[in-house]
């Protein structure tokens, strides 16, 4: 949420998956009520400014890769550009607007790290699966690759560079639990297996 790396890579992913299949469905972390608005924008009778969208992920890079989104739909009619979270029951929600998408095109789903996780072992029992697990569960094909920045913070002028790890490197584990099992009531993963597929480590320049 309101990393300027993530929006910049996902525009990338986006590139690459439509170099490569023209067709293409993009799941947002923004409300469904503003799928008007957002069709609207595609169809030049708004602007991206007038997309409501979640302060806890709103930021320059989030509105600059939605115009852009806007204007690669303008190149590829088929690209779907959709609204996919709610006000409650926001895993369940986002995954039943997933799960209703064509399963015979790609789909590239930018969400907070959390919901990406495909299997969590919960210590209390009001604990909810999240979008990727809900998917899973029912039989969908779930890739899942959290970011994660290391150190929170740079330095005065320290640009990021990206580190893939892959799921089955020692340090994904750690990743894992100290980054992401630490932030919920859940027991920390002996194993990376069905939980993800892999991270993307954001580490500050030297």
């Known amino acids: 949420h309101q990393k300027p790396e993530s929006t910049q890579l996902f525009a990338l992913l986006v590139d690459a ?5 023209q067709c ?6 923004i409300n469904r009520n503003q799928q008007p ?3 609207a924008v595609t169809h ?4 991206v400014a007038e997309i409501k969208v979640p302060y806890a992920i709103d930021h320059p890079g989030m509105r600059k890769l939605i115009d ?15 609204a996919i979270d709610a006000d409650q029951d926001r895993d369940v929600n986002m995954a039943n607007r997933l799960s209703e998408f064509p399963r015979d095109k790609p ?3 930018l969400l907070g790290g959390l919901h990406t996780l495909k299997k969590v072992k919960w210590t209390v029992k009001s604990g909810e699966p999240f979008v990727a697990e809900i998917l899973a569960s029912h039989g969908y094909q779930v890739n899942s690759y959290p970011q994660n920045w290391q150190p ?3 330095k005065n002028g320290q640009g990021r560079s990206s580190r893939y790890v892959n799921a089955d490197d020692p340090e994904a584990l750690q990743i894992l639990n100290e980054s992401f ?15 993800v597929d892999g991270f993307l480590l954001w580490e500050c320049d030297l």
Not at 24 to 29: D, F, K, P
Not at 44 to 47: D, K, L, M, P, Y
Request: aromatic share 4%.
């Open 37 to 39: 608005v957002i069709d």
């Open 17 to 21: 998956a439509l170099e490569r299949h």
């Open 24 to 29: 293409l469905t993009v799941g947002l972390e």
């Open 44 to 47: 030049g009778e708004a602007q």
């Open 181 to 195: 099992m630490s932030l919920i009531n859940a027991q920390r993963h002996r194993s990376t297996q069905d939980v």
């Open 152 to 154: 929170e913070r740079c």
């Open 68 to 82: 852009y989104l806007v204007t690669l739909k303008s190149k590829f009619p088929c690209l779907r550009i959709e």
């Open 107 to 109: 789909i590239l789903a």
